[in-house]
Structure formats: structure tokens, C-alpha cells
């Protein structure tokens, strides 16, 4: 059984970086052909993709969000991490990671219970 655990701060000041890591279990982040991916949803609204880091260390981002997100990994740990930079309060949200399979994109299979980020000053 997969797991994935999603942690970091829970609050973040508008302008800073938010920084989460989520922590799998029970597989192995570079098993082909999986992905790995970070999904939000802020409140009151529907899911976004956001990027995804392939078993084989490729990434994969979402266009808006492209140019302030970067999603590493440390295979020694079985972790992947999402930095999001110059946030503002409109990246409050439920961050979730999630494994796909066969897809970068969807497919996703096993969820984080989500961790709520706030930002606000």
C-alpha cells in the first residue's frame, strides 16, 4: 500500500517561498512509469494541477504556475518537494501530493491527506 504524507509550514507570509515536502511510503519514487505530483485546492474551489516530477527525474509544469514553481526530489529519502515562490494570498489551499500513473497529468491513484497553507502576513 502507497502512502504519501504531505508536510511543511502551515502558514506563509505573502512574498516568501512556500516549501512542502511529501514523503512516500510503500514504493519507490523513481519506479517506472510513475509520476509525482502536487495538486491545490483553494477554498471554495475546484482542484489544480500544479506540476509533477517523473520517476525518472523529468518535471512537468503547469503554465501559470510555471514561472515561480520548481518541484525537486531526494531519492535517498523517497521525497519530493514543491517550492513556490513570491506567494500571495491567493495561493492559500489544501496543497495535496498525489502518484500517477502512466501520465504526468492524471491518472492519479494515491493521495496525501492535503495540508492546509495560508498566507497572510
Known amino acids: 500500500q502507497v502512502q504519501l504524507q504531505e508536510s511543511g509550514p502551515g502558514l506563509v507570509k505573502p512574498s516568501q517561498t512556500l516549501s512542502l515536502t511529501c514523503t512516500v511510503s510503500?514504493?519507490?519514487?523513481?519506479?517506472?512509469?510513475?509520476?509525482w505530483s502536487w495538486i491545490r485546492q483553494p477554498p471554495g474551489k475546484g482542484l489544480e494541477w500544479m506540476g509533477a516530477?517523473?520517476?525518472?527525474?523529468?518535471?512537468y509544469y503547469s503554465p501559470s504556475l510555471k514561472s515561480h514553481t520548481s518541484i525537486s526530489r531526494d531519492t535517498s529519502k523517497n521525497q519530493f518537494s514543491l517550492q513556490l515562490s513570491s506567494v500571495t494570498p491567493e495561493d492559500t489551499a489544501v496543497y495535496y501530493c498525489a502518484r500517477l500513473q502512466g501520465s504526468p497529468y492524471y491518472g492519479m491513484d494515491y493521495w496525501g491527506k492535503g495540508t492546509l497553507v495560508t498566507v497572510s502576513s
Open positions: 510503500g514504493g519507490s519514487i523513481t519506479t517506472s512509469y510513475y509520476y
Open positions: 516530477i517523473a520517476y525518472d527525474g523529468r518535471t
